[in-house]
């Protein structure tokens, strides 16, 4: 049986935990489990991840990335030292840590997960943490969200019905979902949140405080771009206070010789009750309370239907928290469970199960967003040309596959432009595209059908095919980051980042794609392009045939021999629907 292990690859720390004895268990290394999620170069260009890292960031910002997952599905790369990294780089490095962590554990060469996102994760996101794993050399076999691996930690061998609500508030982003238990099936009935509020966003109210302190008492103005240490040791402080403020009424912020002014050295000594400290947070901490009542109205309950509340997340341990759900629900919520290990935990009996030590357990998740299309229509009474179409609505239970039939606008129109959406609003403008495809037609009558399928597999990466209905032409498309890394990038990061961290299984990097043949039709590169995607997830068998039929493809392209060319797309195309 090939070992699966499971990760919370969080915005602060991160964990990977495996089943032992059937009972999951937090893999250590001489520590308490806990990675921090900081990643860096020292002086000579090594690479350090962790603890090392994290010592670094005050004295090196420069050469720290820290919070690196609130950058996940962004496009932009991220300095560090001498160089600059995708966001997806710097988690594999953190992913490659928890790996070897878990190998030195468990003497076992590891090569596939189960990781955790965010409820509220967006689909470029999902397909980010899918990248990073690969570049890490991890198969991501199943992506699940962290609300629901925490249900599974604290609920996984509970037989009656049972009604949960996990709140999970860690350094970069919340999330609040509703689990129903049943006789061994795990059902998420509703799941929202904020990708951008956390711990991290605590920590800057207190920094904030802290340079308004130094301007009043010490007339020292901090540039926030170009005092860069400065800043690296406030947050430091203002981090550690909000852990102090966790378990006392006051926390002592002091930093020596924080800068200097003229010949005289500054230094930083301030007191910080918890009262002001939760007065400086209360729109955040009001905010996932309006997120706690939108689950409760999406699955329908009312807060004494919750039978327990599960804390989730190191942010959970500030007192305010456990307070406002205690007014709210008439209960004390639970964390017995270390809130920063539970997730991790969760993951593990995810992953003993693809493994299939417990297969009597079924776990039901459910999209957080609304997944659709633009067309021309009527809003609000008035003509619209780019009237949102859901064909996959929030809260729908994973996996999800939609088709709705459009049409074409006049006759022997050529192309349809297919646009992708996610989000709520009526207006597909308003919402978030991650997607763009232009689709050839064959010059039809006015309204002749195009069929448009939306299929969400289970860890939330979307697929989309469009049908000509008439002549049952179609293009098919894996809706990814819309920066999303091509294969050849993602071997040539996996590389980059082998060598940086000493080697060990260094690969040669991939030849270029023969879906970027110069004169390769588009639909035919589509369908290369899901064979590559596929490539490594099939039987040796099937492996060798799509290679073959890859390599026969971009032969006869090159050889301008575009019939072949078809008739071999065919057969990739026949491959490719069995396996999906």
């Not at 160089?83 to 780089?89: F, G, L």
């Not at 899901?530 to 006869?556: F, P």
Request: aromatic fraction near 6%; charged fraction near 30%; proline fraction near 4%.
């Amino acid at each position: 049986m090939e070992p699966i292990i499971g990760i919370d690859l969080g915005t602060t720390n991160s964990e990977v935990a495996y089943i032992i004895d059937n009972q999951p268990e937090i893999l250590k290394d001489n520590d308490n489990g806990i990675l921090p999620s900081c990643v860096g170069v020292d002086e000579k260009g090594a690479i350090l991840v962790g603890v090392a890292a994290k010592n670094q960031a005050a004295i090196a910002p420069e050469r720290t990335v820290l919070s690196v997952k609130r950058m996940m599905g962004k496009d932009q790369k991220i300095p560090m030292g001498d160089s600059t990294y995708s966001p997806q780089e710097i988690s594999a490095f953190i992913l490659k840590a928890l790996k070897e962590r878990a190998e030195k554990s468990l003497g076992k060469t590891i090569g596939k997960a189960v990781i955790t996102v965010p409820a509220y994760f967006t689909d470029a996101q999902r397909q980010a943490t899918r990248e990073a794993g690969k570049i890490a050399g991890l198969d991501v076999v199943r992506i699940i969200n962290e609300p629901t691996a925490a249900a599974l930690a604290y609920e996984s061998t509970r037989s009656e019905t049972h009604r949960i609500l996990i709140y999970d508030l860690g350094g970069g982003t919340f999330d609040v979902s509703i689990v129903k238990i049943e006789a061994g099936v795990v059902e998420v009935l509703a799941s929202t949140g904020d990708n951008h509020l956390g711990g991290d966003d605590f920590d800057r109210q207190i920094v904030d405080r802290l340079l308004k302190y130094c301007e009043e008492e010490h007339s020292l103005r901090v540039d926030s771009d170009k005092d860069s240490v400065i800043m690296a040791r406030l947050k430091r402080a203002a981090e550690k206070a909000k852990v102090t403020l966790s378990e006392k009424p006051y926390a002592i912020i002091e930093e020596d010789h924080i800068a200097k002014k003229g010949w005289k050295d500054i230094h930083l000594s301030y007191e910080l009750a918890r009262d002001d400290f939760e007065e400086m947070i209360e729109n955040e901490l009001s905010k996932t309370m309006d997120a706690v009542n939108r689950a409760l109205k999406d699955a329908a309950l009312l807060p004494s239907a919750i039978d327990k509340i599960i804390l989730v997340g190191g942010s959970t341990r500030i007192p305010r928290i456990s307070k406002m759900l205690e007014e709210k629900f008439g209960q004390l919520p639970h964390s017995e469970i270390d809130p920063d290990l539970c997730v991790a935990l969760g993951a593990a009996i995810q992953a003993g199960r693809e493994m299939g030590l417990d297969s009597t357990s079924v776990l039901l998740d459910i999209t957080p967003y609304t997944f659709g299309t633009s067309a021309l229509g009527d809003l609000n009474g008035e003509p619209c040309m780019t009237m949102f179409v859901p064909l996959i609505r929030r809260n729908t239970k994973l996996p999800a596959s939609r088709t709705e039939a459009f049409y074409t606008v006049y006759d022997n129109q050529e192309a349809v432009e297919i646009k992708v959406y996610q989000g709520e609003n009526p207006d597909a403008l308003d919402n978030i595209q991650i997607g763009k495809y232009k689709f050839q037609l064959s010059r039809l009558p006015q309204s002749s059908i195009i069929l448009l399928n939306f299929d969400l597999d289970i860890n939330g990466i979307l697929k989309i095919e469009a049908i000509e209905k008439a002549t049952g032409r179609k293009i098919n498309a894996v809706i990814e980051n819309a920066f999303g890394s091509s294969e050849s990038e993602m071997a040539e990061s996996r590389s980059r980042i082998e060598n940086l961290w000493g080697g060990e299984e260094k690969t040669d990097l991939k030849s270029a794609s023969p879906a970027d043949e110069p004169g390769m039709p588009d639909e035919i590169a589509q369908t290369l392009r899901r064979a590559e995607s596929q490539i490594d997830q099939v039987s040796a068998e099937d492996r060798d045939e799509m290679i073959n039929l890859i390599e026969d493809i971009g032969d006869a392209v090159r050889e301008n021999r575009m019939e072949d060319a078809k008739k071999f797309a065919e057969e990739l195309e026949d491959i490719l629907f069995y396996i999906e």
